[in-house]
């Protein structure tokens, strides 16, 4: 028999998988994803390995992941979420076997090929996919908690990872972290996460077999700007959390202290994703995001000046409340624009995208600065993605502004 969470009822019946999600969300993505940029400075410092060989590698890793989203949606729309996940997790194991023991650059990117794909398959689309069509009523606010939870890793896990690999090295703190992402989802996969095909989506079979194509359902009205608002703040958002570190280590500070911003910028938009989800329930989810997009213009316009200490705390703040709002309300304006038939297949293949312009972002940055010796060009090329997105969020009109509440009635 197939579970059926959500309806008027609120979070409550939905529990196993808000809680399953937070915890792997908390170590896989908090840990495995949110952290790159530790280690990245890490291994510039410990090799002669370059900036921009280095983040092209976690491009390549990106550019696996973005290739991997349309094959793991169409999974999750024909097998539920369990076996998708269960490759990503033996993926994850690759991946980090290879970390532990690499010797040369080649390696690093080899590794992030197979992390690339898993983290997709593990963490990234399944569980997000699940809580959309499994929680009307309380979409945002759910999709909220389960981000928040690499929010909260990122903010305990990075500094802890900075404080293992001064003490073991990176390679023994690959080790630990290795082992965190790969084991937490193993019981979940067993005893928590919906078994089979989701609900929501098994009742639409029959529709989905006579409606519109792929293509046709990627050429409805307000797909366009959907990808806008998620391509381009993918290629801002993962350059800043790739090269944050080191851009503040520029500025002068420590990189126990650019660690602890990173953590803290992450942990900091667990707070926006919840605060973005109530929001986007409440009010809707377009003034959600153009308030999102707006305040993270913001940031990126004071991060210049974030030599000093308190200049930097207003940048956290800002930075992660944007991101973690734009995170939890995203897939409630994918939900109305694509519609229940095709969910995962459709917000999959805008997910590719989506990635691709992820993993463009970092090695363009990385490239600038290792061309001009600063962070000034990627600066500004952050800057104008998010005024991009913001022009677009502002421009966009229609249905997309309905209420989390109005979108799930539409598909209980």
């Excluded at 377009?286 to 974030?306: C, D, G, H, K």
């Excluded at 409340?321 to 995203?330: D, F, K, M």
């Excluded at 090329?381 to 502004?401: D, L, N, S």
């Amino acid at each position: 028999m197939q579970q059926r969470w959500g309806g008027t009822m609120g979070l409550r019946p939905a529990l196993p998988l808000v809680v399953a999600g937070f915890v792997i969300s908390f170590f896989v993505v908090g840990g495995g994803i949110d952290t790159v940029s530790v280690f990245l400075h890490a291994i510039s410092k410990a090799t002669d390995w370059s900036r921009s060989g280095l983040s092209l590698a976690v491009s390549i890793g990106a550019v696996s992941a973005a290739l991997s989203t349309p094959f793991v949606g169409a999974a999750v729309d024909r097998y539920g979420v369990r076996v998708p996940m269960a490759v990503g997790v033996a993926l994850l194991a690759v991946g980090f076997g290879i970390l532990i023991v690499m010797q040369a650059a080649w390696q690093f990117a080899a590794a992030n090929v197979f992390l690339g794909a898993g983290f997709a398959a593990c963490a990234l689309l399944p569980i997000t996919i699940a809580v959309t069509v499994h929680v009307p009523g309380r979409t945002a606010l759910a999709l909220g908690i389960v981000a928040a939870g690499s929010s909260v890793g990122a903010l305990v896990l990075a500094p802890t990872f900075q404080a293992l690999i001064e003490t073991i090295g990176w390679r023994g703190t690959y080790v630990v972290m290795g082992a965190a992402v790969v084991l937490t989802p193993l019981p979940f996969l067993l005893f928590a996460l919906p078994r089979g095909r989701l609900r929501a989506l098994e009742h639409s079979e029959t529709a989905a077999r006579a409606g519109p194509s792929l293509g046709e359902g990627l050429r409805q009205r307000g797909v366009l700007p959907l990808a806008g608002m998620m391509i381009l703040p993918g290629l801002a958002g993962f350059s800043v959390s790739v090269h944050l570190v080191p851009y503040l280590a520029a500025l002068g500070h420590s990189g126990t202290t650019a660690a602890a911003a990173l953590g803290a910028t992450i942990g900091i938009s667990g707070i926006g994703k919840i605060a973005g989800g109530v929001v986007a329930d409440r009010f809707g989810a377009l003034p959600a995001i153009r308030l999102a997009f707006v305040v993270w213009l913001a940031a990126l316009l004071l991060l210049p000046r974030a030599a000093s200490s308190p200049m930097l705390a207003l940048v956290v703040v800002l930075y992660g409340l944007a991101l973690g709002t734009q995170i939890a309300v995203i897939p409630v304006i994918a939900l109305t624009v694509l519609g229940n038939e095709r969910f995962g297949a459709l917000y999959g293949v805008l997910q590719l995208a989506a990635m691709l312009a992820s993993a463009v972002g970092p090695v363009t940055s990385g490239l600038i600065f290792d061309a001009t010796g600063r962070y000034s060009g990627a600066l500004l090329m952050w800057t104008g993605a998010m005024v991009a997105a913001a022009a677009i969020a502002f421009w966009m009109r229609g249905e997309p502004a309905a209420t989390a509440a109005s979108e799930a009635r539409a598909i209980a």
